[in-house]
């Protein structure tokens, strides 16, 4: 079994960053952390954001990861940590994203939640080569948002065929 050997705990929720970062805390969920991170995602926009206009989404999608890319940039530079399991905000951005792109369903929803699991676990082309070659918070972030848009134009084009 492996350890955990990351330096980020649920008593440092108390930080505005970590909070926000590890998206209220799921990021302390195990196992799998990045899996709740989309999960508790997936509900959010479910229940919560799946019903605003696709600008509306757009913007939001924008905003939360304009703005977690840059607490995430100072987080790490500031405590010298990495891409920490714990840290899921990537894992939310990225799947808010895909969903932009699909139908209201429960079906695209769990297909979109699927996929974009798979590539940002797998890391397939594109996505594996700025997940190596991007450091810092807008490696943190770049990845996943990149699995996103894969996930959620292939989610589209199967929508668009049924």
Known sequence: MATNTSRLSPRQLAHPEVLWLTF???????????????VAALG?????????SMLMQAVLVMVYSVFSW???????????????PQIVADEVAGLWLALLFVPVAWWSALLT??????????????????????????????????????????????????
């Open 24 to 38: 209220f805390g799921v990021g302390f969920l195990r196992p799998a952390p990045g899996t709740w991170g989309s």
């Open 113 to 162: 939640f699927g996929l974009f699991r798979t590539f940002d676990i797998v890391k397939p082309s594109l996505i594996g080569w700025v997940d190596r070659n991007t450091k810092g918070g807008l490696g943190v972030m770049a990845d996943d948002l990149l699995a996103g848009l894969a996930a959620g134009a292939l989610v589209a084009i199967v929508a668009l065929s049924v």
């Open 70 to 84: 840059w607490v995430c940039a100072r987080y790490l530079q500031r405590s010298g940590l990495h891409d920490e």
């Open 44 to 52: 959010v926009w479910w229940w919560g954001l799946s019903h605003l």
